[in-house]
């Protein structure tokens, strides 16, 4: 399928975009991004991700080089010219080229359309396991490019017949590689708030459940896996997904739990409507 | 200067090499690197640089698509064509085109000519001044990409008429953002040996000092900066730097020290002879 993407001002098939290799992204990790998708053929939540990533900019110190009406502009024109019904988004920014490798002159700004990979259906019918490792990461607060770790985890991942890692520090627990954590604990939702990044689809959730919900943000450790009855992850491409398993823990009696299933339910209502 | 790079199994001028959009470098930063010079048109150092490479590539479950042969040749043949006496050569390898943005496939190796950016003579004469900064590298031993603390520094390092950071974690030092440290005690010279990425000019002015210096590695705190004699820096680039100020410490007498000069003669007569 031919995607486009929008590099430093032109609009170009993606094959055709490449970055010099005295990028700083490139050569120094010193980047960042986001990532949201369509529904309806328009961005969903597009304000709280615009502030997202301005956010994150501002953070590594980098100006972005165009408005949140232009960027608006270049999405709508990607959806357009992909000619698919819904299209993901990627916005990569890096500290752009460099003449002495280390010195940032003017950012490179790239806004790319991307194939949707869903989640299979089984995960959402059987719940996923994830595996445990001590981690928390550097400037979670900001989306940088540094995935480092996850990467280095995909071997161990796939030993375990997991799907992905949660990541703790000293027992408290903070998120997934590339997504948030959330448990019920009867009709209390508990979201770990430090060492994270503020996903939206955690921000969406966070405001559907809090009519059915006591929503609570704050430190969940270890310890509280135990007696949590369900256990869940959001993200843009996740949505609202059960987890069952964490290392050798079962949550609750390892199936997806009613109220992830309200949840998630609420969510597919609102992305319907979008 | 028209300066020449390898790229996945061609030679190109550098301006015509380019990392497409789905290169894990890029987009996750998953990469890493290492970084030399020639004397006298032979690249210093080869074998431990190789080594370093390798064991990096290893330590980020990486193949390296060369030996160390081949490399020789492309590094020899970079040198050929850049028609200069000595440049310095960049290795990148990253994790490569990925397909859902997170899986390794094959990784993609970029072997570059670079044009030195020698030290200014006056920073050997005066000695440099270098910031604090409470911070540990992840994986600080693997020459990986990630040097996001210290571009984000970089304005504070200016404003301290500063020309780097030294990075201490609970009072223990371990290394500047691209260079390690040593500090002299009278004839003792001692280096930090955890937290650091062993530096290859690191491992020359050791060899180089055992004759003339009791060589000890271990925990350097900064406590120790108060009675040290003389402080230094060294990368393939600084050689044998002195640090005259540390913060708002002056190290010795402020100037630099005669020891660190009798390294720096040491090791420029190595080189004088490579």
């Known amino acids: 399928m ?45 304000d709280w991700y615009w502030e997202r990533f301005a956010n994150s900019a501002a953070k590594m110190h980098l100006p972005v080089p165009i408005n949140k009406e232009e960027a608006y502009r270049v999405v709508m024109e990607l959806v357009t010219k992909s000619r698919q019904p819904d299209i993901a988004v990627r916005f990569v920014m890096t500290g752009g080229y460099s003449p002495d490798s280390i010195s940032v002159v003017n950012p490179n700004l790239l806004i790319m359309a991307e194939e949707i990979h869903p989640t299979p259906p089984s995960q959402y019918e059987e719940g996923i396991k994830v595996i445990l490792d001590e981690y928390v990461r550097e400037m979670a607060e900001v989306k940088s490019t540094d995935y480092k770790r996850v990467i280095l985890l995909a071997q161990a991942i796939r030993s375990a017949r997991a799907s992905d890692v949660l990541y703790q520090k000293k027992g408290e627990i903070s998120e997934l590689s590339r997504s948030n954590f959330f448990i019920f604990k009867g009709d209390r939702l508990i979201t770990p708030n430090r060492h994270i990044l503020h996903g939206i689809t955690r921000r969406t959730v966070m405001h559907l459940a809090q009519n059915d919900f006591t929503v609570e943000e704050g430190r969940v450790m270890l310890s509280d896996l135990y007696d949590a009855d369900e256990a869940f992850t959001t993200s843009s491409t996740k949505k609202v997904l059960p987890i069952v398993q964490v290392g050798d823990l079962t949550i609750g009696d ?21």
């Open 2 to 46: 031919l995607m486009y993407g929008y590099f430093n001002g032109s609009i170009l098939p993606v094959e055709q975009i490449a970055f010099g290799v005295t990028d700083l992204g490139l050569l120094r990790g010193f980047g960042l991004f986001d990532y949201f998708r369509t529904y309806n053929g328009r961005p969903f939540q597009w």
């Open 254 to 274: 390892g199936k997806p739990g009613k109220r992830t299933q309200f949840l998630l339910d609420q969510f597919n209502e609102l992305i319907g409507n979008w």
